[in-house]
């Protein structure tokens, strides 16, 4: 989703963190387990490991919590087998629609994501259909309390920061994913922490949304996504005012 989509949908995570807890330390444990798989489990030589370490301290996850989630990814607790998954389609009126999914049972995530989209008057699409309209990023969404432009410009972009979007109440960064690293280090030596980083679909253009039936019906898709147990990310190329999205 765009941009400053997403930056709403971190403040409603941050706002429903006590009556969503469960939720927020599947998804983050998720996110370690699978940061320790891919780089190791050692948060000083896997900056992605450690930034959503960070991440977990933040929303008061527990440290057993944390330890468990890296020993998840490295091997260390037997048995435990995990999948990534992504999913495609379109919600109602067309609007595209990227479903990230982490899970030990496939099936069951199929069946969900696909329930969800079909009670929202939705459908899933095949692999590849719309992903050519996404492009995968690091992204990272900072408060403007935190941090001003020119701080933030002289932080990342020497560490391969492709742009850095102002808005009113917060910053968004944007790099290849094989940047995400050396941005995320930039950020710690700079004592600045993301609200939100991630790997995350920057769709290439949006598709304007006007008519407020059609934003609800759009939301209540995308957020019933969101709940789902084994979703991670969900993203979305719409365009909504800031008046139709309060």
């Given amino acids: 989703m765009s941009g400053h989509s997403k930056w709403a949908t971190t403040k409603r995570h941050k706002a429903a963190v006590d009556a969503k807890r469960g939720k927020i330390f599947s998804v983050i444990g998720k996110e370690i387990t699978l940061a320790a798989r891919d780089g190791g489990g050692n948060p000083e030589f896997n900056a992605r490991l450690r930034t959503n370490i960070l991440k977990a301290k933040g929303a008061n996850m527990p440290a057993e919590n944390i330890d468990r989630a890296i020993k998840k990814g490295t091997g260390e607790l037997p048995g435990f087998t995990i999948e990534e998954l992504t999913y495609e389609g379109y919600a109602p009126g067309g609007i595209g629609v990227i ?140 365009d909504i005012d800031d008046s139709l999205l309060e």
């Fill in 99 to 238: 479903v990230e999914v982490t899970t030990d049972n496939k099936n069951r995530s199929a069946s969900a994501v696909r329930s969800v989209f079909t009670k929202a008057g939705g459908s899933l699409a095949g692999p590849g259909a719309l992903a050519f309209n996404f492009h995968k990023k690091g992204q990272f969404l900072i408060a403007a309390d935190k941090t001003d432009e020119d701080t933030l410009m002289m932080a990342v972009l020497d560490a391969g920061a492709e742009d850095i979007k102002t808005e009113e109440d917060h910053f968004e960064i944007l790099c290849p994913m094989n940047a995400f690293d050396n941005v995320s280090q930039a950020l710690e030596k700079e004592n600045i922490q993301p609200d939100d980083a991630s790997l995350a679909w920057i769709p290439s253009s949006l598709i304007p949304i006007k008519d407020p039936d059609a934003v609800k019906k759009t939301l209540r898709l995308i957020e019933a996504l969101d709940d789902l147990e084994d979703v991670q990310n969900v993203y979305a190329n719409y």
